[in-house]
């Protein structure tokens, strides 16, 4: 009575965790698991509800909602994971309140962060009809309904780093629990011992114990040896942390190791994670091949490259963008005189954001959109240039705010570079679907 997925990786720690969200779900019928990105709210919601199928005798249902991307077929999701069908001239969310008034169930709605507002609506709903229904939701903010428990999932135990902590007592914190488990994934070889224990205590801590951020690190073990790792990720700090200072630390530290770990990418790898940059939320295998296949990689590749790491990365575009805006609002408070053009800069940006967004979903649907698509991304290139270039001249023209300016130039032409690879891969597609209907 579950559809909670096997887990192919080993859980580490959090036994007060996992106690605490037991006894929290006994306590209320709405608990919401919150915190930052990657911090392990998904994992430690699906291990805490492992072992309470017994006290709920209709089942755990998990509805996993981070690919969902309109908020309308909220419903339908819950619906098809319950194996509930639509009946003919009912509204949907009536008809799982029916389907749930007499279940003593729990649902799991993972991932609700994109779609709080419409899960806040049907768990309202359901919550009131529905007298035995239990609800475990993870969102980075909480749900805002009445009755609800939040409870922040903490980062990973940190180790010890100071010179003077030994290897055991390194190797017993949580975050580098995970780190050594993960690592040996990537090397079965890797030991944790007095020459690596002390760099590997540093990068759990550098990367706030988020597990995330330790699973992509340990993952490059069989590349690089944990102290080059710690000073990789030493200069992606630096460089981060000279870009904007207000950005908080967590943020800093996703946005550095996801910096990071595309750096280490091979060039063929780089190709295909911009191409794919064109997809918002997620994609078909079919749909991946389709955009991303020519031109220096093949459709076996494609299928090849796409490993689990790698889509987790497709992200990476959007928080460029989150930090060129970050950046933008950076140089608008360091510096009165360049105020109002960092705030027009901020709200081009913006419009640049919300543009490669509709570009990446209307790309989605490759070569019936191609033909706008086209245009919408050789408009948006060049907005973006125009951005690039106003950026540069305030970097010399105000000396004070010139470091952040500069990386905001970068960063726009980062993305510039990524929205004429969109735009190529659109022509791609156009090209392939002029080719298709002349051929049809
Ligand atoms: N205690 C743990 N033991 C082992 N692996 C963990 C643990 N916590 C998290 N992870 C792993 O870390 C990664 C991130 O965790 P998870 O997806 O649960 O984070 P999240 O907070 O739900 O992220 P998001 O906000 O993006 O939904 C996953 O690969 C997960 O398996
Ligand atoms: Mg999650």
């Not at 460089?239 to 910096?259: C, W």
């Not at 079919?286 to 490259?305: F, K, Q, R, Y």
């Not at 360049?338 to 490759?366: F, K, M, N, P, Y």
Request: glycine share 8%; aromatic share 2%; with cysteine.
């Amino acid at each position: 009575m579950t559809n909670l997925p096997l887990q192919l990786t080993s859980f580490v720690g959090r036994e007060r965790e996992l106690a605490e969200v037991r006894r929290l779900l006994s306590t209320t019928r709405l608990l919401t698991l919150t915190g930052a990105g990657g911090v392990g709210k998904t994992r430690l919601a699906l291990q805490a509800v492992a072992d309470l199928l017994e006290d709920h005798p209709d089942g755990i249902w998990l509805v996993e909602l981070a690919a969902l991307g309109d908020a309308a077929l909220l419903p339908r999701s819950v619906a098809a994971a319950l194996g509930v069908s639509e009946t003919p001239g009912q509204p949907l969310t009536r008809t799982l309140s029916t389907h749930l008034e007499p279940r003593r169930l729990l649902l799991v709605l993972d991932n609700c962060d994109h779609l709080v507002a419409a899960s806040a609506d049907l768990v309202d709903h359901l919550l009131r009809t529905c007298p035995h229904l239990r609800i475990l939701a993870t969102s980075r903010q909480r749900l805002g309904v009445a009755g609800e428990t939040a409870w922040r999932v903490p980062s990973l135990e940190l180790p010890d780093t100071r010179a003077s902590a030994g290897t055991d007592e390194i190797g017993a914190s949580e975050a580098v629990r995970l780190f050594r488990e993960r690592a040996r994934l990537a090397l079965p070889t890797f030991v944790l011992d007095d020459r690596t224990a002390t760099a590997v205590a540093q990068i759990c801590s550098r990367l706030d114990g988020i597990p995330l951020a330790i699973e992509l690190a340990a993952a490059r073990v069989s590349l690089l040896a944990p102290a080059q790792l710690l000073a990789r990720l030493d200069d992606c700090f630096r460089l981060l942390v000279g870009g904007s200072r207000t950005a908080p630390t967590r943020q800093q530290t996703l946005a550095a190791t996801l910096d990071w770990s595309y750096g280490l990418l091979s060039e063929h790898e780089r190709l295909l994670f911009r191409r794919l940059s064109v997809f918002n939320g997620g994609f078909t295998l079919e749909a991946a091949e389709a955009v991303c296949a020519g031109d220096g990689i093949t459709s076996a590749e494609v299928l090849d490259l796409l490993g689990h790491s790698f889509a987790a990365m497709i992200a990476d575009l959007q928080s460029l963008v989150a930090r060129i805006q970050t950046a933008a609002k950076d140089v608008a408070g360091t510096s009165a005189g360049l105020h109002d053009t960092a705030a027009e800069t901020g709200s081009t940006v913006e419009q640049v954001a919300r543009a490669i967004e509709s570009v990446a979903s209307g790309a989605a649907e490759t070569s019936r959109g191609a033909h706008e698509t086209t245009a919408a991304v050789e408009q948006l290139g060049q907005a973006i240039d125009g951005i690039a270039r106003g950026a540069t001249e305030q970097a010399q023209q105000v000396q004070s705010a010139s470091a952040t300016a500069t990386q905001m130039a970068g960063e726009v032409e980062q993305v510039a570079a990524s929205a004429q690879q969109v735009a190529s891969v659109s022509r791609e597609t156009q090209a392939a679907g002029d080719r298709r209907s002349a051929r049809g």
